[in-house]
């Protein structure tokens, strides 16, 4: 079961710890395939019905769908089995971490930086949003340290994010990187070529080293808020041979002049942050975009995009899983937010690019037969100056 990349700051479990972890998955794997479903049963064959009987018309939002569901004992206990199943994630990986920290601490210094760079800001202010509750339920958050030159938030991310989407990213965690340049940029603009490449909201690179090898004579950077989890993302990226330029910032604003880039990226950064932050986000991508630059900032689809049943379950993340702002952004005009920030309207659009590229990857490198690997899609607000 556990095929994930075996790089040298990756912690090793033991045979217990990877127990624990595949445990996890398989509780992860059951509870989506065999039990999560039956609620759309209990809404359409009790619920339903019920609000309907009482108001003469089916619900037409998410909230409404959340009142007659709310009390439903199935729901409740679902809910309860994947909040657990959420908790006992970090508690499997985190065990792992904490028992290896002294020596990947040591790890991360001895990769040195013969590549890329790594540039912390020991004044730098966390904003109070991301300090506000542990995102994803993962203790302390993406930001927090407690001790000298932690590097545990990046390691406890990489690992627990490959346990917690059962390895669905690839054994790298980089389907939203590569597939975005594998499935839209090099195909869609071939003689696209950014001479400098910035990854907002980076967190451990996973996504930021595939633009690496997409684009080899760009000077790529990325920034984030997490000391930790950058001090990571640099020894991950120095091991697996990539350089990138690794900086403490808040994308809201950088320290970067003005028409400094070619191509500002996001994967999955909008949705941790509230709506007045994606705002100036876009700014500060416009801002730093030179003539002829491209923006992408790639999210799981909006509630536009979805029925009001499906907009109800993806709600469950902000309102039992510590996601404040995961429901605010579903809601926001992403394209209407870019053409404020300043991008011509005609040169602003939403557009759902292929996933699964590395599954292509391995699926050609095997067969030769340029099957896809696709199984769904990522949704990308982009937009060229």
């Known amino acids: 079961m ?23 998955q398989s509780m992860t794997m059951h509870i989506s395939r065999n039990i999560y479903p039956g609620n759309k049963v209990l809404y359409e064959k009790l619920a ?18 959340r009142e007659v569901m709310q009390d439903e ?10 909040r657990i199943n959420q908790e006992m994630l970090w508690d499997a990986v985190n065990t792992s971490v904490d028992r290896q920290l002294p020596e990947l601490i040591e790890r991360a210094k001895d990769q040195g930086s013969e590549l890329g760079t790594l540039t912390l800001d020991p004044n730098f202010q966390i904003p109070t949003y991301e300090k506000a509750v542990d995102i994803h339920c993962m203790p ?25 989407g059962v390895g669905w990213l690839g054994p790298l965690n980089d389907d939203i990187g590569l597939s975005i340049v594998q499935n839209y940029i090099l195909p869609e603009y071939p003689d696209f070529r950014p001479r400098k490449i910035l990854d907002m909201g980076c967190s ?10 997409g684009f080899p004579d760009a000077e790529v950077h990325a920034i984030d ?43 999955i950064l909008l949705h941790e942050i509230p709506p007045p932050a994606v705002r100036k986000v876009m700014q500060e991508s416009y801002r730093l975009l030179a003539p002829g630059g491209m923006m992408l900032h790639v999210e799981a689809p909006l509630y536009r995009h979805m029925d009001v049943y499906a907009q109800f379950m993806f709600d469950w993340q902000t309102a039992n899983n510590n996601e404040p702002f995961w429901s605010a952004v579903r809601d926001l005009d992403l394209v209407t937010l870019a053409t404020e920030a300043g991008f011509a309207v005609d040169k602003t659009f939403e557009k759902f690019v292929p996933n699964g590229a590395w599954k292509a990857k391995v699926t050609n490198d095997l067969f030769k037969n340029g099957n896809s690997g696709s199984k769904g899609t990522w949704f990308v607000v982009a937009a060229t100056k």
Do not use: C
């Open 73 to 82: 004992p199935y729901y409740r206990w679902t809910g309860a089995l994947k």
């Open 225 to 267: 808020v997490g000391a930790p989890m950058l001090r990571y993302a640099h020894a991950r990226a120095e091991s697996l041979g990539k350089r990138v330029h690794f900086s403490q910032q808040n994308a809201e604003h950088t320290n970067f002049p003005d028409e400094s880039f070619d191509l500002v990226v996001s994967h």
């Open 2 to 24: 556990d095929q994930q990349f075996q790089h040298s700051m990756l912690p090793q479990p033991t045979h217990d710890e990877l127990a624990r972890q595949n445990f996890v």
């Open 204 to 213: 451990a690179g996973n996504s930021t080293l595939p633009y690496v090898d």
């Open 140 to 164: 302390g958050g993406y930001h927090s340290e407690f001790t000298a030159d932690d590097i545990a938030a990046g390691a406890t991310y990489d690992r627990g994010s490959y346990v917690y």
């Open 48 to 65: 339903k019905p019920k609000f309907e009987q009482e108001h003469q018309r089916p619900p037409q939002n998410r909230y409404e769908i």
